[in-house]
């Protein structure tokens, strides 16, 4: 049943929520302030207006520690203002038009830029994952297949993007290699999911910013009820 049918029946005592379309969201949640007194509340994404409790965190600040890391690891592998010249370093993004997308490349871009000003022929490519590892394996072979091995590091918005997208789309093209190997591309993601710690062990990806994304629930969830 949908949301809007819910709140005519009135058959709804509690309204936990994480837009994808924050504007059209943000419609149904004004509605729901207007006809319903229950509780109400997001974890990570917020809408574009409306009432309700809201649990998480700096996306642009979290995402920051993302370019740090992979700057970290280029000028480890390289040195620094050394990256192999005409080289490439993938984006993969999550979906267009939301708070969390933008913030998530705002965070990254900010600690990041400067280092391509020191290796002024490296270029940032981007792909659009979606939060979907089937369209995150597209775009990364997409852009595997246009760049090959001038690809030297890449960041994703989203662990299953990166772990069941960059990362067998690189295994794809015979250009995966386990951490610590020579040959190894840098990979830096952002959640901290169970498939995302899985791949750090298995040696994948490099590094992931943390986002508690259970704990949000749980918080929002507790303070509602």
Same mark, same amino acid.
């Given at each position: #049943?949908?949301?809007?049918?819910?709140?005519?029946?009135?058959?709804?005592?509690?309204?936990?929520?994480?837009?994808?379309?924050?504007?059209?969201?943000?419609?149904? +949640?004004?509605?729901?302030?207007?006809?319903?007194?229950?509780?109400?509340?997001?974890?990570?994404?917020?809408?574009?207006?409306?009432?309700?409790?809201?649990?998480?965190?700096?996306?642009?600040?979290? *995402?920051?520690?993302?370019?740090?890391?992979?700057?970290?690891?280029?000028?480890?592998?390289?040195?620094?203002?050394?990256?192999?010249?005409?080289?490439?370093?993938?984006?993969?993004?999550?979906?267009?038009?939301?708070?969390? *997308? *933008?913030?998530?490349?705002?965070? $990254?871009?900010?600690?990041?830029?400067? !280092?391509?000003?020191?290796?002024?022929?490296?270029? #940032? +490519?981007?792909? %659009?994952?979606?939060?979907?590892?089937?369209?995150? $394996?597209?775009?990364?072979?997409?852009?595997? *297949?246009?760049?090959?091995?001038?690809?030297? /590091?890449?960041?994703?918005?989203?662990?299953?993007? !990166?772990?069941?997208?960059?990362?067998?789309?690189?295994?794809?093209?015979?250009?995966?290699?386990?951490?610590?190997?020579?040959?190894?591309?840098?990979?830096?993601?952002?959640?901290?999911?169970? %498939?995302? #710690?899985?791949?750090?062990?298995?040696?994948?990806?490099?590094?992931?910013?943390?986002?508690?994304?259970? /704990?949000? !629930?749980?918080?929002?969830?507790?303070?509602?009820?």
């Amino acid at each position: #049943m949908k949301l809007y049918q819910l709140i005519a029946q009135k058959k709804v005592d509690i309204i936990y929520f994480e837009p994808i379309d924050q504007t059209a969201l943000a419609k149904m +949640v004004k509605k729901v302030n207007r006809k319903l007194n229950i509780p109400i509340g997001s974890a990570g994404i917020m809408t574009n207006g409306g009432q309700y409790l809201y649990v998480g965190l700096d996306n642009v600040a979290a *995402t920051k520690r993302c370019g740090e890391e992979l700057i970290r690891l280029l000028n480890k592998k390289y040195g620094k203002g050394q990256w192999p010249k005409n080289s490439v370093v993938m984006e993969n993004w999550g979906p267009p038009g939301i708070s969390i *997308t *933008t913030n998530r490349h705002a965070g $990254f871009w900010k600690t990041f830029e400067p !280092a391509l000003k020191e290796n002024p022929t490296v270029k #940032m +490519v981007n792909a %659009t994952g979606m939060w979907d590892p089937a369209t995150a $394996f597209k775009a990364a072979s997409d852009l595997l *297949t246009k760049y090959g091995d001038k690809l030297i /590091g890449a960041y994703s918005h989203d662990d299953p993007s !990166a772990t069941e997208g960059i990362v067998r789309a690189l295994e794809l093209k015979k250009l995966q290699y386990p951490v610590g190997h020579p040959k190894h591309i840098p990979i830096v993601t952002y959640d901290a999911t169970k %498939t995302g #710690m899985q791949s750090i062990r298995d040696l994948e990806i490099d590094v992931i910013t943390e986002q508690p994304a259970r /704990g949000y !629930a749980h918080l929002v969830m507790r303070y509602l009820y």
